[in-house]
């Protein structure tokens, strides 16, 4: 089996676990009328490593290379909705949305609310009235396990990880403790 099928089966994998529950009891983009998904042609979302072999054929999105490159030179790609993205190809930083993963202090992956996500979502600015269903979260934790035993995607989340620090580092100087 190639690396493209290995991918694309592991994140199928990991799709099919996470969709067993949703963010919210109802589609959150009804909240926001879908911000998150109305971008610019330069606005998208970060894919996981390996992940872009799921996209190389659609004709709703494109591929680009970004500024992020992992230790062994690899380039992280973001995928670029042309319109509307049929929901049930949506990449992972999608599904997931408006959380990160987060490698915490005991080198375990937990699930952070991403802080750029403040500006677009409603469930990230109101969690008391909109809270996130805790099932969804369950999800997560069981979806992401095949994931981290890939060691660009550890990296790759290693670097959300850095990002999401050096990000509230400079919101804590702003708002204070």
């Known amino acids: 089996m190639n690396i493209e099928s290995k991918y694309r089966r592991l994140y199928k994998k990991v799709w099919k676990r996470i969709d ?42 494109s591929i680009k290379d970004t500024n992020i490159s992992l230790s062994d030179g690899y380039v992280i790609k973001l995928l670029v909705c042309k319109g509307k993205c049929p929901r049930d190809e949506r990449p992972l930083s999608c599904r997931i949305f408006p ?10 992956v937990d ?29 997560l934790y069981k979806g992401f396990p095949p994931l981290l035993k890939k060691e660009k995607v550890v990296e790759f989340i290693e670097l959300l990880s850095e990002q999401y620090d050096d990000t509230i580092e400079v919101l804590e100087k702003f708002i204070g403790d």
């Open 99 to 108: 959380l990160i993963p987060y490698i915490n202090e005991f080198n375990r």
């Open 20 to 61: 067993k529950a949703t963010l919210l009891p109802d589609d959150c983009g009804g909240l926001c009328n879908e911000k998150c998904c109305s971008g610019t042609e330069s606005d998208g979302m970060l894919l996981f490593p390996g992940e872009e072999y799921l996209y190389h054929d659609k004709d709703w999105c």
């Open 111 to 139: 699930f952070r609310l991403d802080p750029r996500s403040l500006r677009v979502c409603p469930v990230a600015q109101k969690p008391d009235v909109y809270p996130v269903q805790s099932k969804f979260i369950d999800n």
